[in-house]
């Protein structure tokens, strides 16, 4: 689960404490392994993306004591924790940046990808970062360009020079040795780029006044074969922890080819890319469309690999509010109950929806989905003990909140739990999708004794009917609406209210 805790400082920042008063609940959940996006030491220009000190805990956050005693507290539990690796780039204020850009005599000078002017003058060539405009930036000390794949303030590391791989790997090392569980890699396919620096391919709609990153053909600055060697690298040193095993998750947006490469084919890479093809849904996605997701991605899934779930994270709008808060029951239905690793961006498992952020007070467009958690009815939901949380609390907090819902034996809650409760009692392996149409979606799932059958209406209205080739019964093990667990359903004759879902134990 990807987590955020509340803020135990009164400043209206969750912090590190913060998340250690909550373990309680994320144990009483089910949840295994939780993940932290960076808490590292940074002038916050990209919310904490850009790093000015990999191995130390920024202020706004805690100290390194907050993070040793949430550590412990995490494995007391028999909770594993992930931590956010961020090797693309650095802050424009990391001592290894400052140090380069000082003069081209520098040591550092090769750590950075430098440039000189084009030969007319201006920018080298027309790469464009992530967030738009040149992906180069002009330094006047040094009369050269640096570039980067995303803020002019988040210089890309040059990880082709041997010196950056090592430093890069002690800082895995630092974490590692603190017993750190693993990592979530970010910003992958932009690790290396063409030394060659040539233009690249343009399509029809690009405008060279204002350059989009989606209207290029990025094949110098993404997905370079080179990237793989480096992510072996960090595989491989992890594959020294042993006891116990640490786990490398990668975070690829790229086309499912691209990203299911970085399962790193005969050689090892990450245990799993994350799996993406949910963030595309929304309101209109029918049955047909979320069958489609599921079956294209195990489609391209390599032999033998793991696959997983992701229905949102920081840089989406919340699944509840594309798809319609009425359907966040299903859709934990659907993610917990598909084979592999789920993943669970905080607030999912009580129907969190973005949050309404006033333009005028608005930092980042990625603000509403970023709102703070909801812990209850109170003031702020909870989750500050100042006056203001860093980002307003959406306006449902009064109703959907985790203290109302822990009371409320029919919440979206308390069925995240029984979901968790289901899976970790079952252990199915088996996958097999029964029946698809524009309403419905259904795939059974077996284990060594038993065989489940998952059914979602994604529809806009009730449905009444049978499955393709399925007879005989069911009992209900897990009723989204949490009212008919143990009703006995004939497969010839099942009603489903909107947006239910069922999980039944075929009988
Ligand atoms: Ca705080
Ligand atoms: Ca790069």
Not at 289 to 303: E, F, N, T
Not at 359 to 378: E, I, V
Not at 412 to 424: F, G, I, K, V
Not at 443 to 470: D, H, P
Request: hydrophobic share 35%; net charge negative.
């Amino acid at each position: 689960m990807v987590v955020e805790g509340l803020d135990s400082s009164g400043d209206g920042n969750g912090d590190l404490r913060g998340i250690m008063n909550r373990l309680d609940y994320f144990e009483y959940l089910g949840i295994k392994i939780l993940y932290l996006s960076p808490i590292f030491k940074s002038p916050m220009v990209d919310n904490g993306y850009d790093i000015s000190d990999f191995t130390d805990i920024d202020p706004l956050f805690g100290d390194m004591n907050d993070f040793d005693e949430l550590l412990k507290a995490i494995h007391i539990r028999d909770m594993k924790l992930v931590l956010d690796f961020v090797p693309n780039h650095t802050s424009d204020e990391h001592p290894w940046f400052l140090e380069s850009r000082c003069s081209r005599q520098s040591p550092k000078r090769d750590w950075y990808v430098w440039s000189d002017p084009s030969p007319g003058g201006g920018v080298p060539n027309n790469w464009v970062s992530v967030f738009g405009g040149s992906a180069w930036s002009y330094d006047a000390t040094t009369g050269q360009y640096y570039l980067h794949q995303f803020c002019p303030e988040q210089p890309d590391l040059n990880l082709r020079n041997t010196e950056v791989r090592q430093a890069l790997k002690e800082v895995l090392m630092f974490w590692l040795n603190k017993g750190v569980d693993g990592f979530r890699v970010d910003a992958v396919p932009h690790l290396v780029e063409d030394s060659r620096f040539l233009d690249e391919p343009t399509k029809p709609e690009y405008d060279p006044l204002r350059p989009n990153y989606d209207h290029m053909e990025h094949i110098y600055t993404k997905n370079l074969e080179d990237n793989h060697k480096i992510v072996q690298e960090w595989r491989s040193l992890l594959d020294q922890y042993k006891l116990p095993y640490r786990i490398l998750i990668g975070e690829i947006m790229a086309d499912l080819p691209d990203v299911m490469k970085y399962y790193g084919g005969r050689y090892s890479e990450f245990d799993f890319p994350f799996n993406f093809g949910f963030l595309g849904l929304n309101e209109s996605s029918t049955a047909q469309d979320v069958y489609k997701v599921i079956s294209d991605y195990l489609g391209a899934l390599p032999k033998g690999k793991w696959p997983n779930w992701v229905l949102g994270n920081h840089d989406v709008s919340r699944i509840g509010t594309k798809v319609g808060h009425e359907y966040s029951r299903s859709l934990n239905v659907l993610l917990l109950t598909l084979p592999g690793t789920a993943v669970t961006y905080y607030g999912e498992e009580i129907g969190m929806t973005d949050a309404e952020v006033p333009l005028k007070t608005s930092k980042d467009f990625r603000d509403p989905q970023r709102s703070p958690m909801q812990w209850c009815s109170k003031e702020n939901a909870g989750f500050t003990t100042g006056m203001k949380p860093w980002l307003p609390v959406a306006e449902n907090f009064k109703t959907v909140n985790v203290e109302e819902q822990m009371a409320d034996a029919t919440s979206a809650l308390q069925l995240y739990r029984e979901l968790l409760r289901l899976r970790s009692l079952s252990q199915c392996l088996g996958f097999k999708i029964v029946h698809v149409d524009t309403s419905i979606l259904a795939y059974t799932r077996s284990a060594k004794y038993c065989k489940f059958l998952i059914i979602v209406n994604f529809g806009q209205e009730s449905w009444t009917g049978s499955l393709n080739n399925m007879s005989g019964s069911g009992i209900v093990e897990v009723d989204s609406e949490m009212k008919i667990r143990g009703a006995h359903i004939l497969f010839d004759n099942i009603k489903l209210n909107k947006a239910q879902a069922l999980v039944l134990k075929i009988q």
